[in-house]
Each structure stands twice: as C-alpha cells, then as structure tokens.
C-alpha cells in the first residue's frame, strides 16, 4: 500500500495485557483509531468551525449596527468562551493521542502540523484577547485540514475494505471455475450422463 493510502493511526501490537494501565492505553488506541472516534473528532471540528463563523456574523451584524454593542459584546464573549472549551478539547484528545501512542504519533508529518495547530489556537486562546483573537480564529480554520483528513482516512479505511472484499470474490470465482470444471469431468465419466 502507498504511504499516502496508509492510514495515520493504526493499531500498534498490544503490550503485556494485566496491566491496568497497558489496558487503559489499549483502550484508547482502540477508540482514536474507531470510526466512532474520528467521527467524534469530526463533529468537534465541525462545531467548532460553526462557532467560528458564528462569530463572524456577530462581528459583521454588530458593525452594521443590527445587533447592538453590548448584545454583540456577550455573544462574541460567548462564542470566545466556547471557542476556548473547544481548545482544551482537542488539548485534551492530543495528550490522549500521544499517551496511547507514545511520541511515534510524530511520526507523521499531518499530526507534527496538527498538534502545532492545536497548542498554538490554545495558547493564543487562553493569553490573547482583543485584536488577537481574530489570530486565533484564524488558526482554528487551519484544523478545516483535520476535516480532510479524517474523511481521506475513512476513504481509504473503505478502499481497503473494498479491496478485500475484490479479493474474496476472485478467490469465489476460482473456486467456482475449479468446482464447474470438476463437474463436466465428473460427468463425462459418468456412464450416461449429458455433458
């Protein structure tokens, strides 16, 4: 498989299960590498880039004046507040990522790029205020990518399903083939029998 069709998280061989920790890891490998979990990724992202946008138009409705300042002022702050529970939620799935997988989830150049993301819109959240916010709005669409890339994983997840299933019809075919060529054999040595 070419590396681009290789997906970023695979399973690594389990370590000496009994451990409670080793389990725990296990567990967590398991659920970052499940559809489940890219799925859960994925609808962060998406409401985290809503929240994004819904700020945006707070920004613009508040400077043409149809929403008013202080009402635009609680719903920026609003939205800032989500955007930073969003933030410790992809600090937190990074610390997760990296303790289930050790620092070979480096390994990968998207997750170097995607956790330089994820510390840097943390950081500009929790320190930054004013002007800089728009920075750290900035830096949140940068995790769009994310998007991309859990669906290119799940795409190559089914490509790999599909190519085992091409497979297991070749096989079936041979099979059939064998099994339709035994049977004219059989029957031509069968006394009275139509071919």
């Known amino acids: 498989m070419e590396d681009s069709q290789r997906p970023l998280l695979h399973n690594i061989s389990p370590e000496r299960p009994g451990s409670t920790?080793?389990?725990?890891r296990l567990h967590t490998r398991r659920?970052?590498?499940?559809?489940?979990?890219?799925?859960?990724?994925?609808?962060?992202?998406?409401?985290?880039?809503?929240c994004i946008f819904i700020e945006f138009v707070v920004q613009i409705f508040t400077c043409e004046g149809k929403i008013s300042e202080p009402k635009g002022h609680v719903a920026q702050e609003a939205t800032s507040i989500i955007g930073l529970i969003f933030s410790c939620l992809f600090m937190l799935e990074l610390v997760a990522s990296i303790w289930?997988?050790?620092?070979?989830?480096?390994?990968?150049?998207?997750?170097?790029?995607?956790?330089?993301?994820?510390?840097?819109?943390?950081?500009?959240?929790?320190?930054?205020?004013g002007l800089l916010e728009e920075v750290a709005s900035l830096v949140i669409i940068l995790r769009l990518w994310r998007v991309i890339k859990i669906m290119e994983?799940?795409?190559?997840?089914?490509?790999?399903?599909?190519e085992a299933l091409r497979e297991k019809i070749e096989l079936l075919e041979q099979e059939k083939s064998q099994m339709e060529e035994e049977l004219v054999r059989f029957r031509l040595q069968t006394p009275g029998s139509h071919a």
């Open 153 to 162: 994983e799940l795409s190559v997840g089914a490509q790999e399903q599909t």
């Open 21 to 24: 920790f080793n389990t725990a």
């Open 100 to 129: 289930a997988f050790s620092f070979q989830y480096f390994r990968s150049k998207f997750h170097c790029f995607d956790a330089t993301v994820i510390v840097a819109s943390f950081i500009i959240d929790v320190l930054l205020r």
């Open 31 to 50: 659920y970052l590498c499940s559809k489940f979990g890219h799925y859960t990724i994925l609808l962060l992202v998406s409401l985290d880039c809503s």
